[in-house]
């Protein structure tokens, strides 16, 4: 699989932008001259200059500078609130599928409860109990996001289960938990790749929804969707303020699309036959 996914250019060019804005975000302090939230009122507005290499927004403060800060709550937090509820609802959801029985109907029954309520309404909904902020939002990814991971995981581990040698090596005794390391996790690790890259993209989106609409990072916290938000009063006389956050999100949402429908292709060759497929019925039918 990892062989085939390095033949793609375009998932090697996901990779490394992935990694680009990873990097930038940690070294944030060392590759900006400028702090994020350095106010310069009698520089605001200014144009691309060497000084301020996409110019200033209405308070003097360089748009660099604060698109590359804004990487950490954009991305990075969402980033381990991503790794955290992957990792609740894998644990769920191995022990669901493998263990089965009653503790497969209880820990379903509570995924039931939690998918019942849309996600954004729960978001919301905590956002409006404990408060706007950075913290918040990523609590109220973990608590809407557990459930959907722990069932998509837990039908990965129910197929895997009833496989020739995982009944072999219940036979001769080995552990479960030696079982599930060695025999089921390396075979679902592909599966949890590809729900987590392709539930990046939405919750990127969703961070930044958020704080557009003034209900997610507080200022003066620099947050793609904040800086949206700010540039939006000033889009008719400085559009330019929109592009930066904008085309940040854009490339990012558009890497993390790129590799996980490169990972699924990895996993399942079929669906590149199937698109190949396609297009050859369409060249026909247009010709």
Same mark, same amino acid.
């Given at each position: ?27 944030? #302090?060392?590759? +900006?001259?400028? &702090?994020? !939230? ?13 000084? @301020? *290499?996409?110019?200033?927004d @209405?308070? /003097?403060?360089?748009?660099?500078? $604060?698109?590359? =800060?804004?990487? $950490? #709550? ?6 381990? &609130? ?7 609802g ?27 309520? #849309? ?8 956002? &409006?109990?404990? %408060? &706007? %902020? ?9 608590? !809407? ?8 995981? $837990? +039908?990965?581990?129910?197929? =895997?289960?009833?496989?020739?040698h ?5 036979v ?7 079982v599930?390391?060695? @025999? ?24 930044? /929804?958020?704080?557009?609409? /003034? ?5 003066? +916290?620099?947050?793609? /969707? ?5 540039a $939006?009063?000033?889009?008719?006389? @400085? #559009? ?5 956050? %904008? ?15 490169? *990972? ?21 039918? !247009?010709?």
């Amino acid at each position: 699989m990892i062989k085939r996914l390095l033949k793609d250019k375009a998932v090697i060019v996901a990779l490394l932008i992935i990694t680009l804005y990873i990097l930038l975000g940690i070294c944030a #302090p060392i590759v +900006t001259p400028y &702090a994020p !939230t350095t106010v310069d009122v009698a520089n605001k507005f200014a144009g691309m200059s060497l000084q @301020h *290499l996409l110019g200033t927004d @209405h308070l /003097g403060r360089d748009i660099l500078t $604060r698109l590359i =800060y804004a990487i $950490r #709550p954009s991305l990075l937090y969402v980033l381990i &609130a991503l790794c955290a509820s992957v990792s609740i609802g894998a644990l769920l959801g191995f022990i669901s599928g493998y263990m089965k029985g009653y503790v497969d109907a209880v820990i379903m029954r509570l995924c039931d409860l939690m998918l019942a309520f #849309p996600s954004y309404v729960v978001a919301l909904a905590l956002i &409006a109990l404990l %408060g &706007a %902020g950075a913290e918040n939002i990523m609590l109220a990814f973990i608590l !809407t996001r557990w459930a959907w991971f722990c069932r998509v995981i $837990r +039908t990965s581990v129910m197929q =895997y289960t009833t496989s020739d040698h995982v009944k072999f090596a219940k036979v001769i005794g080995m552990r479960d938990l030696s079982v599930v390391m060695k @025999h089921i996790l390396p075979l679902t690790l592909a599966d949890i790749a590809i729900i987590a890259s392709s539930s990046m993209c939405s919750m990127i989106l969703q961070i930044s /929804g958020f704080s557009f609409l /003034g209900l997610g990072v507080k200022a003066p +916290t620099a947050e793609w /969707g904040m800086m949206l938000n700010e540039a $939006r009063k000033v889009m008719f006389t @400085h #559009p330019e303020m929109m592009f930066a956050p %904008g085309i940040a999100i854009i490339i990012i949402v558009m890497a993390f699309n790129f590799l996980s429908d490169a *990972l699924q292709i990895a996993l399942d060759p079929r669906i590149e036959l199937k698109q190949r497929l396609n297009s050859v019925k369409k060249g026909v039918m !247009t010709s």
